[in-house]
Each structure stands twice: as C-alpha cells, then as structure tokens.
T-cell receptor, first 113, second 111 residues
C-alpha cells in the first residue's frame, strides 16, 4: 500500500478483555516495528520483525503481550486480559532496511476502562 | 541501555522566531540519529544523521550531529504556526533492531 495502515484507529475495551491490533506495512518493507506511546510520553519499543528471522521481543512489557507477522507482511499485536495501564496509542512502523528511516502508521488508540 | 534525552520539554514562541531543540544520547555502537515531527498521530521523518559536523537542511529546518559530545540540535528558522508539533529524536545502534526515542519537545508557535 501507499503507507502503513493500522486498524482499528480507536478501540475502547473493558478491563480483562483481549484486544487485537492490526498493522499492514508498506509493500516490500522487510522490517516491521511496534511502539507504544502513552499520553505525553515518548515512544516505547515493543517488538521488531525482520524478514524470516526470529522477532526481537525485548520490549514487550509482560507475557500478556504478543505479536505475530504472517507471510512476512501483516502483523497483529495481541494484548490479553487488558489492564488500564495498557491504555496508549500503539504505533506500527515499517522500513526497507534496519538502518533506514521508519515510516509510521496513524496508530491505534486503545482505551481500557 | 541506550538513552535519549531531549530538551526543552516544551517551548512556546511566536511566528518568525528561531528555535533550537536539543537531543543528547548515550548509545552502545552508535549508528545513526533521526529526527521526527509528530503533529497528531504518525511521526513523520525529518532527518537522519550519521556523521559529525555535516549539516542537513530542508527549507527552514536544519540539523547537525556532534558524535564527540553526543548530541544533536534541530534548528527551525522563521517559525510558522504549522511548525507546532512534538519533535522526536531517536538513535539507532549497530544492532539495528530498533530506534530508541527521547521524550520529545513540544513546540507551540503562536501567531
């Protein structure tokens, strides 16, 4: 696609529910990243995928968070048993190489009540 | 652990003013430093710097990197209300797996 596409743009859920956030990167980009941005804060790295290599999960805050990337393209970030502190904007980005600029999607705003 | 600190946290200026945003970093095996502008949701790329002392320029924006003192500055001259945004600085190390972001500088340009 023309840019990184994320869905849903907004998600309101109740504490304890599971949520799935989707990211469709720019076609041909092999690297895909998930970041989280809480209100007024900088970007916090969550997870990184590069081609067929094992993902770098070092930023995932707990085992309630997981992500997969199917067919080297679309990625899904899953948060199980959501907590209020999970409320944030979840940003996905892709890049052609690991050293180049990241292109960000518009983000998914998650609100956990 | 890589670390990026930006200053000031926020800044209010009037149109036509010149501003300088600061970014200092600590990173193992530095590879590059990037500046992004975030107006609403998606950060948009401004500059990538890899070498010391070479200014990158785009219109009224310019940036330079000092690898000895471990900092970068982003200058905006003749500011306009459309420059109002959060400016993010990030560094990439040689592992190349991720960008480490600073907390950002929120710039507000008043008419």
């Amino acid at each position: 696609g023309a840019g990184v596409s994320q869905s849903p743009s907004n998600k309101v859920t109740e504490k304890g529910k599971d949520v799935e956030l989707r990211c469709d990167p720019i076609s041909g980009h092999t690297a895909l990243y998930w970041y989280r941005q809480s209100l007024g804060q900088g970007l916090e790295f969550l997870i990184y995928f590069q081609g067929n290599s094992a993902p770098d999960k070092s930023g995932l805050p707990s085992d309630r968070f997981s992500a997969e990337r199917t067919g080297g393209s679309v990625s899904t970030l899953t948060i199980q048993r959501t907590q209020q502190e999970d409320s944030a904007v979840y940003l996905c980005a892709s890049s052609h190489t690991t050293t180049g600029e990241l292109f960000f999607g518009e983000g998914s705003r998650l609100t956990v009540l | 652990e890589d670390k990026v600190v930006q200053s000031p946290l926020s800044l209010v200026v009037h149109e036509g003013d010149t501003v300088t945003l600061n970014c200092s970093y600590e990173v193992t095996n530095f590879r590059s430093l990037l500046w992004y502008k975030q107006e609403k949701k998606a950060p948009t790329f401004l500059f990538m710097l890899t070498s010391s002392g070479i200014e990158k320029k785009s219109g009224r924006l310019s940036s330079i990197l000092d690898k000895k003192e471990l900092f970068s500055i982003l200058n905006i001259t003749a500011t306009q209300t459309g420059d109002s945004a959060v400016y993010l600085c990030a560094v990439n190390n040689n592992a190349g797996n991720m960008l480490t972001f600073g907390g950002g500088t929120r710039l507000m340009v008043k008419p």
